[in-house]
């Protein structure tokens, strides 16, 4: 059973870039099985998919969020990571890291959600 | 990618069934098999209870079923109970990535 843990400053000031990790355990992070996901939700109601990155390096940035994501990971510590630059109010939001299945059709597990707040 | 239209809000009483509609494109829903739906209490992350439209994990009762009707799928909760009091999103592939609906509020009145 995969586990996943976001940590990361929970305040972040405007123009600023909104760093979080995502730590896995319970399941290898390079078990090819999963491609390692950012998924965030802004007031509480609809999600919205980031993007990911598979244990290889390869990556997908959502082309709304393109210019400003970067999903990198690190085999060694069991963690990806998710950088997204010059932020704004609008991203204020629920973070939450999951796992798109090998099929890349659906979510199936999910860590608890970290809120990011962007403000001065 | 815009977002899959889904309503606001459903409720039924304890025992009923409810069905929550998600609607897209042919771009989306109706190109693909890709159709999830998530089950979301309140300050808890989301999980998931159908896949590839009709399909169950392990261990989700097998009174929530999923369908799909050209643009438009469904799920439905049958014997509602209290504990099904949660928001619920639906999911599709899109071709080039992956979108959600605004989610529903389902009410157990």
């Known amino acids: 059973q995969v586990q996943l843990q976001e940590s990361g400053p929970g305040l972040v000031q405007p123009s600023q870039t909104l760093s979080l990790t995502c730590t896995v355990s319970?399941?290898?992070?390079?078990?090819?099985?999963?491609?390692w996901s950012w998924i965030r939700q802004r007031s509480g109601k609809g999600l919205e998919y980031i993007g990911y990155?598979?244990?290889?390096?390869?990556?997908y940035y959502s082309p709304s969020l393109k210019s400003r994501i970067t999903i990198s990971v690190d085999t060694s510590k069991s963690q990806f990571s998710l950088k997204l630059s010059s932020v704004t109010a609008a991203d204020t939001a629920v973070y939450y890291c999951?796992?798109?299945?090998?099929?890349?059709?659906?979510?199936?597990?999910w860590g608890q959600g970290t809120l990011v707040t962007v403000s001065s | 990618q815009s977002a899959l239209t889904q309503p606001p809000s459903a409720s039924a009483s304890p025992g009923q069934s409810v069905t929550i509609s998600c609607t897209g494109t042919?771009?989306?829903?109706?190109?693909?098999?890709?159709v999830s739906w998530y089950q979301q209490h309140p300050g808890k992350a989301p999980k998931l209870m159908i896949y590839e439209v009709t399909k169950r994990p392990s261990g989700v009762p097998d009174r929530f079923s999923g369908s799909k009707s050209g643009n438009t799928a469904s799920l439905t909760v049958s014997g509602l109970q209290s504990d099904d009091e949660a928001d619920y999103h639906c999911?599709?592939?899109?071709?080039?990535?992956?979108?959600f609906g605004g989610g529903t509020r389902l009410t157990v009145l």
């Open positions: 319970g399941g290898s992070i390079s078990s090819g099985v999963h491609y």
């Open positions: 999911s599709s592939y899109a071709g080039n990535g992956w979108i």
């Open positions: 999951a796992t798109l299945n090998d099929d890349g059709d659906y979510f199936d597990y």
């Open positions: 042919s771009s989306d829903v109706g190109g693909y098999n890709y």
């Open positions: 990155i598979y244990y290889s390096g390869n990556t």
